[in-house]
């Protein structure tokens, strides 16, 4: 099914993208180390077993979320979030998607029918948390 999917998106793989569009922004990549990149090659990031593994080393039990495609990459990647059993928080400015229409549905989703298992709430609100912590 990737290879059909490939097809379809030919455009958007890392043999016809720009060398730079898969690398992180200056802003971000000063963080680099300490932080990890964890490149991914499906929607979720827990597919291949390698993140659960780094989180758990690190004793990680939260994780805050921003990313493209609310409806496909993060969707599948939150879930598999909850379903490792992380507290979960959406930046909700911090997210996108192709799809106006389905990023506004998974907003609601998140927010109506998992509002137990994942938060959502506004960058500037995360950071000012994590700076009074």
């Given at each position: 099914m990737w290879r059909a999917y490939y097809r379809k998106w030919v455009q958007v793989t890392r043999g016809e993208l720009p060398e730079g569009m898969l690398e992180l922004?200056?802003?971000?990549?000063?963080?680099?180390?300490?932080?990890?990149?964890?490149?991914?090659?499906?929607?979720?990031a827990f597919a291949d077993g390698t993140l659960v593994e780094v989180l758990r080393a690190a004793r990680t039990d939260?994780?805050?979320?921003?990313?493209s495609e609310t409806d496909v990459c993060?969707?599948?990647t939150v879930l598999a979030a909850v379903d490792h059993?992380?507290?979960?928080?959406l930046a909700r400015d911090g997210l996108c998607s192709s799809?106006?229409?389905t990023h506004?549905?998974?907003?609601?989703?998140y927010e109506r029918r998992f509002?137990?298992?994942?938060?959502?709430?506004?960058?500037?609100?995360?950071?000012?948390?994590?700076r009074r912590a």
């Amino acid at each position: 099914m990737w290879r059909a999917y490939y097809r379809k998106w030919v455009q958007v793989t890392r043999g016809e993208l720009p060398e730079g569009m898969l690398e992180l922004m200056p802003e971000l990549r000063r963080f680099v180390p300490p932080a990890l990149v964890h490149d991914k090659r499906v929607y979720s990031a827990f597919a291949d077993g390698t993140l659960v593994e780094v989180l758990r080393a690190a004793r990680t039990d939260t994780l805050i979320f921003t990313g493209s495609e609310t409806d496909v990459c993060v969707l599948s990647t939150v879930l598999a979030a909850v379903d490792h059993g992380y507290r979960v928080i959406l930046a909700r400015d911090g997210l996108c998607s192709s799809s106006d229409q389905t990023h506004d549905a998974l907003l609601d989703l998140y927010e109506r029918r998992f509002d137990i298992q994942i938060e959502l709430a506004e960058a500037a609100d995360i950071l000012d948390a994590w700076r009074r912590a």
